[in-house]
């Protein structure tokens, strides 16, 4: 694996060259470019928080209490961001290898280096993204701590792109063999989105009675939800998981990267054949 | 015999048939882990391949279509895994497998140029020195250099591929049937590169029905028959047993269609 690990290395300028195409492509033919990354996230929080926020009263859950700096609303703009990444790279990850099939075919370059620019083109995309918050930051009154910055906001990211690192490669390659995998991903896109608590702060479900303790064991276990309880943990320090999450998150990350690459190197002799 | 630059050793490839080829969830559940009631045998499009090239040397891949040529290429190539033996290469590999590989449709030609040679690793700096040439090889004009791909009629895109392949300073070359491209002029041209690239030391292998391209650039052939290596010799001795071959096969054919024909009209 160590040396796998350093021929994609050797090829990050290739990387860096798939994400730049694919972020050109993405802007040459649209009039307004990079404002859809961020007129996306703002219409998508308009309408959570008209729902959430107004009509259900979600607020009573933010973590640390009514009085928390930011409010609901920055909760919900500081989870969306980061979700999008994930669910964007999610949502492309079973056609990694198929859209670059004429590539792969004719070019000999460490096939791992696919999934992976997808996962790198949507942090990217998650970078820009950043202005839309800090100007929700500024406004809404955010504040951060220490902690915050140095601790949650580096670990989330990491463990999240190995998190989505892990996916993609899984996904990437079972696709090819079975085409099924792309049906499945847009439904389980829609329940990880509940699932993770990025719009419903994950106290209403962790220390609601209406759930057996089953349930909620289940929840906690999902990696995506302390990654997610850390990238609120920024601004808003009540939220930081705790240790029970937290290795949950960081296990389920490291052994979803384990199992996407294996299968992935399994799978690479027919996949090949298949392409 | 200088020190080969690739080196085959029982190369074999099998492709499942009838399994998991396109095999779909429902189908899973349906017959669970085992293997379905219409499973197939395994198909051995190559097996059992040996052989060794030399540098400088230019071998030429002969035999009838489906018998696995460009299958051998690709896996010289490193882009298909071998399920049995292993092929060693020497050096880096320039693939002329499939010219527009790699050309993103959305892009200009020379966002193309620019992205396309930096992943068969070319510098930044080389590819700025030849971009000129490189356009004028693929005789495009300057104003459509900035269009889109997709704009570009097939003939430009195979161009515009080639040249810049052409342009790779790698040390093998694998030719796949391109030479069957462009017009008249342009082929001329093809020709030329390549013999320059061979006046170089360098290695190429070459896929071709071209009886022509093959006498002329190849010293030796090799002759593919049924997914196995039948003879490894100079190019005439291959080309000539491969037409043996087909004249057998033409012939039996013949005598079949014949056969059959009597038995028709028996029957009627």
């Not at chain 1, 700096?69 to 920055?74: Q, S, T, V």
């Not at chain 1, 580096?154 to 892990?166: D, E, K, N, S």
């Not at chain 1, 085409?179 to 499945?184: A, C, G, L, N, T």
């Amino acid at each position: 694996m160590a040396s796998r690990a350093l021929a994609v290395w050797q090829n990050r300028k290739v990387v860096g060259l798939l994400v730049r195409r694919d972020l050109k492509v993405k802007y040459q033919q649209s009039i307004l470019g990079y404002a859809w990354s961020m007129l996306e996230p703002l219409a998508m929080a308009g309408v959570y928080f008209f729902v959430f926020g107004l009509i259900f009263n979600t607020n009573r859950g933010v973590p640390g209490g009514d009085e928390a700096p930011g409010g609901y609303l920055l909760f919900l703009i500081s989870g969306l961001l980061p979700w999008l990444w994930f669910s964007a790279g999610f949502s492309e990850a079973p056609r990694a290898l198929i859209t670059h099939s004429k590539l792969i075919t004719t070019m000999k370059v460490p096939r791992e280096i696919f999934p992976f620019s997808v996962v790198a083109t949507k942090f990217v995309d998650y970078l820009f993204t950043w202005p839309v918050l800090l100007v929700f930051v500024f406004f809404l009154g955010g504040r951060t701590t220490l902690e915050g910055v140095f601790l949650w906001l580096p670990l989330a990211i990491v463990v999240q792109f190995a998190f989505t690192l892990g996916v993609t490669l899984l996904l990437a390659s079972i696709n090819v063999l079975v085409r099924d995998v792309e049906r499945i991903v847009r439904i389980l896109n829609r329940v990880l989105f509940y699932a993770s608590a990025i719009i419903i702060p994950s106290t209403l479900v962790l220390e609601s009675d209406t759930f057996p303790e089953w349930f909620k064991t289940l929840y906690a276990l999902n990696p995506l939800l302390g990654i997610f309880k850390m990238h609120h943990a920024v601004w808003f320090p009540a939220d930081a998981p705790d240790a029970f999450i937290l290795s949950a998150t960081i296990g389920g990350a490291i052994l979803m990267l384990i199992i996407g690459y294996t299968t992935f190197r399994r799978l690479e002799t027919s996949v090949l054949k298949e392409l | 015999m200088a020190e080969p630059v690739i080196e085959a050793k029982g190369l074999g490839v099998k492709f499942a048939m009838n399994r998991r080829r396109k095999r779909s969830l429902r189908e899973m559940f349906i017959h669970g882990t085992k293997r379905d009631p219409n499973t197939g045998t395994d198909f051995w499009p190559l097996r059992d391949i040996s052989f060794e090239v030399a540098k400088g040397e230019c071998v030429g891949i002969v035999g009838k279509n489906g018998t696995g040529k460009s299958t051998l290429l690709k896996l010289i190539a490193g882009v298909l895994i071998p399920d049995e033996g292993e092929v060693a290469v020497c050096g880096k590999v320039a693939p002329l497998l499939e010219l527009r590989a790699g050309f993103n449709d959305q892009l200009t030609g020379r966002e193309n140029v620019n992205l396309v040679g930096s992943l068969h690793g070319m510098s930044q700096q080389l590819i700025d020195e030849r971009f000129e040439q490189i356009v004028d090889f693929a005789e495009i004009d300057q104003k459509f250099i900035d269009t889109p791909v997709r704009h570009y009629s097939s003939g430009m895109k195979v161009r515009l591929g080639f040249a810049l392949i052409s342009q790779l300073e790698h040390p093998i070359m694998l030719v796949d049937e391109v030479l069957a491209v462009g017009d008249k002029s342009f082929k001329r041209k093809c020709y030329d590169a390549i013999d320059k690239m061979l006046q170089n030391q360098r290695t190429m292998v070459l896929v071709s029905h071209s009886e022509t391209d093959l006498k002329r650039f190849c010293g030796r052939g090799l002759y593919i028959k049924n997914g196995a290596l039948a003879l490894d010799s100079d190019i005439e001795s291959s080309l000539a047993a491969y037409n043996e071959d087909t004249k057998a096969e033409i012939e039996a054919r013949k005598k079949k269609k014949k056969t059959d024909g009597d038995g028709d009209e028996k029957a009627a």
